[in-house]
């Protein structure tokens, strides 16, 4: 997987230049991300958002209509916002339960002016029983987002049979992989693949995928209190 950040068109690097102000600006109100520098920004922020790009590009490939993708427990805003400002074509659905959080990610869409992104302040297990979220997306993201058992229950009642899940974990997901493997049967995937990957200032990460094979059981997602205590070792 490449470093797609480094290969995108003016009009593109402008937006993502707009944005590193708006998140630099607004950081300052509130606490939004620990990593100030520009040029943290774009390589652990952007570059690394958008390290999916290919797979996404495959993905779309094969659909006749624009792919439609949410974003669980998006925090500032990432990699929804960088997704959403490169596939301006997509429908970006962006998850997250901290408000100032979610109210900035309402801020900064405004201001770059992406119609294709929309927030949703919620927490996942709460709203992925209703009809509108219910298997109806195309690809699920997570970023950084709990253990591996817990992110992919949270996200695959929103994906429809055919849809893909990608989280993004360090270098010790292969441990969280194995943890995972039962729950992960049940949820309508038949595995997870490990895909290595490396940007220069950061350590070797990799992105999980899987696509959904079959639907996931109505009684998914339970509560976080209850999944904490199915995982071995805890949130990561």
Same mark, same amino acid.
């Given at each position: 997987?490449?470093?797609?950040?480094?290969?995108?068109?003016?009009?593109?690097?402008?937006?993502?230049?707009?944005?590193?102000?708006?998140?630099?600006?607004?950081?300052?109100?509130?606490?939004?991300?620990?990593?100030?520098?520009?040029?943290?920004?774009?390589?652990?922020?952007?570059?690394?958002?958008?390290?999916?790009?290919?797979? /996404?590009?495959?993905?779309?490939?094969?659909?006749?209509?624009?792919?439609?993708?949410?974003?669980?427990?998006?925090?500032?805003?990432?990699?929804?916002?960088?997704?959403?400002?490169?596939?301006?074509?997509?429908?970006?659905?962006?998850?997250?339960?901290?408000?100032?959080?979610?109210?900035?990610?309402?801020?900064?869409?405004?201001?770059?002016?992406?119609?294709?992104?929309?927030?949703?302040?919620?927490? %996942?297990?709460?709203? %992925?029983?209703?009809?509108?979220?219910?298997?109806?997306?195309?690809?699920?993201?997570?970023?950084?987002?709990?253990?591996?058992?817990?992110?992919?229950?949270?996200? /695959?009642?929103?994906?429809?049979?055919?849809?893909?899940?990608?989280?993004?974990?360090?270098?010790?997901?292969?441990?969280?992989?194995?943890?995972?493997?039962?729950?992960?049967?049940?949820?309508?995937?038949?595995?997870?693949?490990?895909?290595?990957?490396?940007?220069?200032?950061?350590?070797?990460?990799?992105?999980?995928? %899987?696509?959904?094979?079959?639907?996931?059981?109505?009684?998914?997602?339970?509560?976080?209190?209850?999944?904490?205590?199915?995982?071995?070792?805890?949130?990561?």
């Amino acid at each position: 997987m490449k470093n797609e950040f480094e290969i995108l068109p003016k009009s593109k690097i402008d937006k993502f230049h707009q944005l590193t102000e708006i998140l630099l600006r607004e950081n300052a109100k509130c606490n939004l991300t620990r990593i100030v520098e520009p040029a943290q920004i774009e390589t652990r922020h952007y570059a690394d958002s958008l390290i999916v790009s290919d797979i /996404l590009r495959d993905y779309e490939a094969n659909l006749k209509v624009a792919p439609n993708l949410i974003d669980i427990g998006s925090g500032a805003g990432f990699p929804c916002l960088a997704i959403a400002i490169v596939f301006d074509n997509w429908r970006i659905t962006s998850v997250e339960s901290t408000g100032k959080k979610a109210d900035f990610q309402k801020l900064a869409a405004k201001e770059l002016g992406l119609t294709n992104f929309k927030v949703v302040s919620a927490r %996942a297990e709460d709203i %992925a029983k209703e009809d509108r979220y219910w298997q109806k997306f195309d690809i699920a993201t997570a970023r950084a987002v709990s253990h591996l058992a817990i992110i992919t229950e949270f996200a /695959l009642p929103f994906l429809r049979v055919g849809g893909i899940f990608l989280a993004w974990k360090g270098p010790k997901a292969d441990q969280e992989i194995i943890e995972s493997e039962k729950i992960v049967a049940k949820l309508g995937i038949s595995s997870l693949e490990s895909l290595p990957y490396s940007l220069e200032g950061m350590e070797h990460g990799r992105i999980i995928k %899987a696509e959904k094979v079959k639907d996931t059981p109505t009684m998914y997602p339970r509560a976080f209190g209850i999944l904490k205590k199915t995982v071995p070792a805890g949130p990561k």
